[in-house]
């Protein structure tokens, strides 16, 4: 029998080693120049410029959005999941449709839209109003997959105890949501850390909108860089605080047992005002940016601002130019990390991972800030190209293609590497003949997913877009700027019919996703 060439089991070939080290490297760096430009200012100089009033307002303003949003988005998704999922509500399956359908309209699209409606919409409220409208689905999904596979046994044992059917939800139940619900708060929480767009249009300051304007307006690289610095001690903190609230407790059943659909619990005399609250929940989420998206889009024709349809092709142009080419590199750079966590779980791997999902984590502002001080300082050729936009929107958005490869690659089966090795391939071309066409299909959905989140990347785009390139949501943002609303509604309504199959995919996963 032939033996495997060296190296065809066991450890992970070097060059797939090295280029998971050189993707980690990409996705830190920028937070080590933020640090680095960040205390170039002096101890002293620093201590000034973070203790002041303004910098206290911010840290109010952003903690009040966090807390009242997060709360409110939590309040409305689990509700609504467990209105669809585990009652008798009428339509069930097309009110689940509609849950997810806001998340095709991107934050700012929506801010635009009820600031067209209601001009003196703005402040806290209307900033909480508009991101709880904009993000509750980041809850919904996670707890409706939940309760969708939660075995009725649980709540039969807990009232077989002598509790109410109340008591047995929250007893039985709830905990089982508390890791999906946290997942779902922490994705909001940091949205809400990296919001400008809405933020921007209803006149509220966070950190986010104050880094854009000092280095747009006083272009302060330092003091830019010193809240960039508070910015990601708070996004820090909030991870830290995730993983304690989520503990160390299993939720998951021993043996295979076999688990019995939770029934539907009869609404009665709820069933109208359960109704209502859906039909409300809809109509504020997706029936009024759509409403005027639609209004504004027919208004433009007869309108001076009306745009130009050559304009607005170039613009779609640019945009697809960009995402594709952001999700080729990040579907690219995502294969070896990918390759190194799903076949050998070490302490290295998980480095590697870490790194790139902290970094993913932080505001597109703090990493485009980054970028731009390299760029400027050690490769000015690059500075305003799309190789710096390309390389945000890669450490951004390379988590979204790296899960989809990395569960693609847990379900390929490593013998057939090895029997490819035993016939003589190599590493690289045995690669290429078994583990490229069986990863395929997570391939492209990873792809997929950085293609619509780039398409709809705003404030790394607005610092690092190529001289004479304009995006979606830059034309957008430049024409709702200048309260040009019927001239933003084309833009906007391309970033939806973009976003929509984004979507889809969103539910298509929750849906398939399989649950414990």
Known sequence: ???????????????????????????????????????????????????????????????????????????????????????????????????????????????????????????????????????????????????????????????????????????????????????????????????FGVLAMLRFNTFTTAILEQFQVAFSNSAGSLLA??????????????????????????????????????????????????????VLALGVPLGSLVYWFSAGGQSESGFDPAELAATVWGTLRLATSAGLVSVAAAFPVAWLIARRRSWLSVLVERATYVASSLPGVVIALALVTLSVRYARPVYQTSVVTVAAYTILFIPLAMVTIRAAMAHAPEELIEAARALGDGPLRAFLRVMVPLTAPGALAGFAMVFIATATELTATLLLAPTGTQTLATAFWSASESIDYAGAAPYAATMVLVSAPLTYLLLRRAEEEPTP
Request: proline fraction near 7%.
């Open 229 to 282: 610095v508070v910015l990601i001690a708070l996004c820090l903190a909030l991870l830290t605080v995730e993983s304690l609230l989520r503990g160390t407790l299993r939720h998951a059943r021993l043996g295979r047992g076999a688990a019995r659909r939770a029934l539907s619990a009869p609404l009665g005399r709820w069933t109208v005002p359960a109704l209502v609250f859906m039909t409300a929940l809809t």
């Open 1 to 195: 029998m032939t033996r495997p060439p060296r190296g065809a089991s066991g450890a992970t070939p070097a060059p797939v080693v090295a280029a998971s080290l050189a993707v980690a490297a990409l996705c830190v760096l920028p937070l080590l120049v933020v640090v680095l430009k960040a205390f170039e200012v002096g101890p002293a100089q620093a201590f000034d410029l973070l203790w002041r009033p303004r910098v206290g307002e911010l840290l109010r303003n952003t903690a009040s959005l966090v807390l009242v949003t997060v709360s409110l988005t939590t309040v409305l998704g689990v509700c609504a999941a467990w209105l669809v999922e585990r009652t008798s509500l009428p339509g069930a399956r097309y009110w689940r449709v509609l849950m997810v359908c806001p998340l095709a309209v991107p934050a700012f699209v929506n801010s635009y839209a009820w600031v067209t409606v209601r001009p003196d919409l703005e402040g806290l409220g209307g900033s909480v109003l508009v991101t709880t409208l904009s993000y509750f689905p980041f809850v919904f999904l996670p707890v409706a997959a939940v309760l969708r596979g939660l075995d009725q046994g649980l709540e039969d044992s807990a009232r077989s105890l002598g509790l109410s059917p109340w008591a047995a939800f929250f007893r039985a139940v709830l905990p089982q949501l508390r890791p999906a619900a946290l997942g779902g708060m922490l994705l909001v929480a940091l949205h809400l850390l990296s919001e």
